[in-house]
C-alpha cells in the first residue's frame, strides 16, 4: 500500500528520523494557515507547496513550488490543489490533486553549502536480505543514476538474522564523504530509518532527497513508503492511512470483493482462480491474437457471488470485447463454476460480450455440460489451446 509524503513523514518522525516539517492542506485557505502556523513554529518565512499524489516526479510536472509570501502560498495551493497533475510515473492521464503539503523551506544559507543525498531500503529477493541503497546524487531520478554513473551508488546488504550494524551505518555515512557532525547525524538517520523500515514491515523507504542542510542537519526532504498489504493487520494505524482517491475506482471495487484485480490496457477480460494460472491466461491471450485487460484472481473458493462479482468489474471496461474464465477446480468443484457463471450471467442481465469457459479438475465435464445446455452465448472448452482458439473466433467476429 502506498501513502501519501506527509504521512510517511509522520512515521519517520516516530522513529526520531528528522523531517522537512510541514502541515497538509485541502484549501488555497488551509494553506495560508498552516503557513502562519509553520512560520511561527519553526521561523521559516518562505514555503514550499507540495502536490500530495501517489506518484514521483512531482516537480517536474509543476507540483512542487516555492512560495516566498502569504499572497503566494495562497495562489499556488490554489494552482495546484485540483490540477490533474501528469508525472512520468502517472502516465498520460495524470492524478487529480485533492491536497498540498505546506512545507518549511529548508535550503536556507549557512557556514556550508546544502548538499543532498539518495538512500533507500528494499528487500533484495535474490540475497534474501534488505539492502540499503546510498547514492551522492540525490535529487535525481535513481533510474538515471544507474544507468549513466552506476559507479556512484553504493549498497549495503543488512542480515536478518543480525538487523542493522553500527559500523554499516557508519560505512554509508563514509561513503557520502561526510564529517563532523553531519557524519554523526547520518549515522543517526540510517539507523532510525532503518528500524521505522523494519517495524513498520515496510516494501519500500525511499528518501530522495535526504538533505545535510548549511548547518550540517541531516533531513528527509520528501518520503515514499510501500507498505506491505500482507503485514497490514498488524498495524491498524497504518491501514487506516489507505487514500483510495489514488487508487483506480475498479480495483477498490475489488478489494471489497476480496478479488485481486489489476487493470491492463487490452480487450479480453480474464478470470482466473490462482494468479499463475492467471499469468499462463494472459500470455495464451496474446498468442491468439488479443491483448489482456485486466488481472482478476477470484481465489480458490470461487463461487456465484464471487463470478459475477468479477464479472461486473470486467464489464465496467469498455474496451473489453470477449471475457475469457479459466477454472482449475482443485480446492472449488467445476460444476459448482459452471453453476456460478450462468447464474451470475442472468442476474447481470444484458451481456453483449462473448464469454469463454474453460474449466479443468474436479468435475470439469460436468461443468462443461452445464454451460453448453444453459441456451446463453456462453461458449465452454476443455483445453487450453482450444480455449485460445476460441478467443481468437470471437475477437476476429468482433472486429
Known amino acids: 500500500m502506498n501513502i ?193 523500515y523494519v517495524d513498520t514491515d515496510a516494501s519500500m523507504f525511499e528518501i530522495n532527497p535526504v538533505l545535510k542542510t548549511s548547518d550540517n542537519k541531516i533531513l528527509a526532504v520528501d518520503g515514499k513508503v510501500d507498505l506491505d498489504d500482507n503485514a497490514l493487520f498488524r498495524h491498524k494505524d497504518l491501514a487506516e492511512m489507505r487514500d483510495i482517491l489514488e487508487e483506480d475506482p475498479l480495483e477498490v471495487e475489488a478489494s471489497k470483493s476480496n ?35 485486466n488481472f482478476l484472481d477470484v481465489g480458490g473458493g470461487a463461487n456465484a457471488q464471487t463470478v459475477e462479482a468479477g464479472f461486473r468489474l470486467i464489464l465496467q471496461d469498455p474496451n473489453v470485447k470477449a471475457i475469457l474464465i479459466n477454472i482449475f477446480g482443485g480446492i472449488v468443484r467445476c460444476d459448482r463454476v459452471a453453476n456460478g457463471v450462468v447464474e451470475a450471467y442472468k442476474n447481470i442481465g444484458d451481456i453483449r460480450v462473448p464469454i469463454i469457459v474453460r474449466l479443468q479438475g474436479t468435475n470439469a465435464e460436468e461443468g462443461a455440460r452445464i454451460i453448453d445446455e444453459s441456451g446463453l452465448k456462453v461458449y465452454s472448452a476443455v483445453a487450453l489451446k482450444e480455449a485460445a482458439q476460441k478467443v481468437k473466433d470471437v475477437l476476429a467476429e468482433v472486429a
Not at 485481486?260 to 496474446?286: F, H, R
Open 4 to 196: 501519501h509524503e506527509y504521512q510517511a513523514k509522520d512515521i519517520l518522525k516516530r522513529y526520531g528520523v528528522r523531517v522537512q516539517e510541514g502541515i497538509v492542506a485541502e484549501t488555497p485557505e488551509q494553506a495560508v494557515e498552516a503557513a502562519k502556523r509553520l512560520t511561527e513554529e519553526t521561523g521559516t518565512g518562505w514555503h514550499v507547496i507540495k502536490a500530495q499524489i501517489h506518484a514521483g516526479g512531482r516537480g517536474k510536472g509543476g507540483g512542487v513550488k516555492l512560495a516566498k509570501n502569504l499572497e503566494q502560498v495562497k495562489e499556488i495551493a490554489g494552482q495546484i490543489i485540483g490540477m490533474q497533475l501528469v508525472t512520468h510515473q502517472t502516465g498520460p492521464e495524470g492524478k487529480k490533486v485533492h491536497k498540498v503539503l505546506v512545507a518549511q523551506d529548508v535550503y536556507y544559507p549557512g557556514d556550508s553549502e546544502p548538499k543532498e543525498y539518495y538512500l533507500s531500503i528494499l528487500l533484495d529477493r535474490a540475497k534474501g536480505m534488505n539492502v540499503i541503497m546510498a547514492s551522492t546524487e540525490g535529487g535525481m531520478d535513481i533510474e538515471e543514476v544507474a544507468e549513466h554513473t552506476p559507479d556512484k551508488i553504493f549498497k549495503e546488504w543488512i542480515d536478518p538474522a543480525v538487523g542493522l550494524q553500527g559500523f554499516q551505518a557508519r560505512k554509508i555515512a563514509f561513503a557520502f564523504g561526510l564529517e563532523g557532525e553531519a557524519f554523526k547525524e547520518m549515522v543517526k538517520f540510517v539507523t532510525n530509518l532503518y528500524k521505522a
Open 259 to 293: 478479488l485481486n484485480y489489476v487493470k491492463l490496457d487490452g480487450n479480453v477480460g480474464c478470470m482466473v482462480n490462482g494468479a499463475g494460472l492467471a499469468m499462463a491466461t494472459m500470455d495464451i491471450i496474446k498468442l491468439s491474437g488479443g491483448e489482456p485487460a
